[in-house]
Structures are given as C-alpha cells and as structure tokens.
C-alpha cells in the first residue's frame, strides 16, 4: 500500500504546525522576554517558516498532479526553511555571532529550490501541441 501523501507533503505539514506552535510561543510567552527587535525577527522568522512550508506543500501537490520530479528542489526548501527561519530562532533565544551567517545561506537555498521548481515545471512538454 501506497502512502496517499508524500514524505514532503508531511514535512510541510510538520512546518506548518511548528509554526503555528512558535507564532504562540512568540506572542504569548517571549513578548515579556525578547525586546522589541528581537520579537519583530521571531516573527519574521515563523512568517517565512509558514509560507514556504505552504511553498513546499504547492511543489508537493504539483509533482504529484504533473508526475514530474520536483525532489531536488523540495530538498533546498526544506534546507531553506531550517537554515533560515531555525537561524533567526537561534538568534532570538541564544544570539551568536556567527549564527547571522546562516540565515542568508537559507535564503539562497529558498531562491535555488523555488527556481529550479519553476524551471522544471517549465520544461514539462505540452502534450497538447501538434
């Protein structure tokens, strides 16, 4: 028997409820805590963690609707997500200096997943032309 989701759509389903998690931890238990700037990059962080997961549940579905592969760039998301939003959690609660060298390092691998999703979608060939 199949699963009827694949691994990525779970995982994506995991960052979603992390983030949800987080946002409350955020509003309800680190307000008191965190100033100001450190509250606004939690948010920050749990506000990319939410998008992308939804991002990574869309190239889910897609690979799935087109049969395409899409597992490669599934994988830089997933690497994005942590490398991004986990370094800005890190920041808030434990700041290193060299934890600020992450975060750019998860955005590019966001960038490099959703481009290399967008060119093989791109080059899926149209079975409609004569």
């Known amino acids: 028997m ?3 989701i694949s691994r990525f759509s779970a995982m994506s389903l995991v960052f979603l409820a992390f983030a949800v998690a987080l946002g409350a931890m ?9 100033s ?3 509250l606004d990059t939690w948010e920050t ?6 998008w992308n997961a939804l991002g990574l549940m869309g190239l889910s579905l897609l690979e799935r609707s087109y049969r395409v592969s899409l597992g490669l760039a599934m994988t830089f998301l997933v690497v994005g997500i942590i490398l991004f939003s986990g370094s ?3 920041l808030c609660l434990a700041p290193n200096p060299w934890i600020v060298y992450l975060t750019p390092l998860g955005g590019l691998s966001l960038l490099i997943g959703y481009t290399g999703a967008a060119i093989r979608l791109v080059r899926i060939p149209n079975e409609n032309k004569a």
């Open 2 to 4: 199949t699963c009827p």
């Open 26 to 34: 955020g509003s309800h238990f680190l307000e008191s805590k965190l």
């Open 88 to 90: 800005l959690y890190v």
């Open 36 to 38: 100001n700037g450190l």
């Open 45 to 50: 962080a749990v506000q990319y963690q939410f």
